[in-house]
């Protein structure tokens, strides 16, 4: 299982950056990890958040964010901006790549979601939901 496991997250990877590269983004983007690509979603999702609210969305440290943001700000993936109310706080938000990125990782997922449709029978297709909501959660009760 651990085996196979490590292999479905290995393809899925690969295939989503090869999508990112089909895409135009092979200056580097596509070697992004999984965990920047976590970072850059976060961001998407939460708007123009603070360091503290990504660190609370991904459930880990101030200074990892810190250090992942900086990291993909040099990639060119964000942007920090000072707030004018508190000069203490910065406010992140996607560049016009890390938007592009965002849209080509949901293009993939949509075109995941066809290849598992036309895969999978019916059944197999309301099992698989089934066992993912389960995976999911678990996880989130971790």
């Known amino acids: 299982m ?42 998407h999702s939460l708007g123009e958040p603070t360091i ?13 964010v810190t250090a992942g943001v900086n990291k993909l700000c040099g990639l060119g993936c964000l942007i920090k901006t000072q707030s004018a109310a508190d000069k203490r ?8 790549a890390g938007e592009q990125l965002v849209n080509a990782k949901y293009q993939a997922l949509k075109e995941y979601s066809e290849f598992i449709t036309v895969a999978l029978s019916p059944e197999e ?14 996880f989130k009760q971790a």
């Open 52 to 64: 503290t609210e990504i660190a609370e969305r991904l459930k880990i440290t101030k200074a990892s």
């Open 2 to 43: 651990q085996a196979l496991l490590i292999e479905f997250v290995n393809t899925f990877d690969r295939s989503l950056k090869k999508v990112q590269a089909a895409a135009g983004h092979d200056s580097g983007y596509s070697r992004l990890t999984i965990s920047q690509l976590q970072y850059i979603d976060a961001v």
């Open 89 to 96: 706080v910065f406010h992140v938000s996607l560049t016009s």
């Open 125 to 138: 297709a309301r099992e698989f939901e089934k066992t993912l909501k389960k995976i999911i959660s678990l």
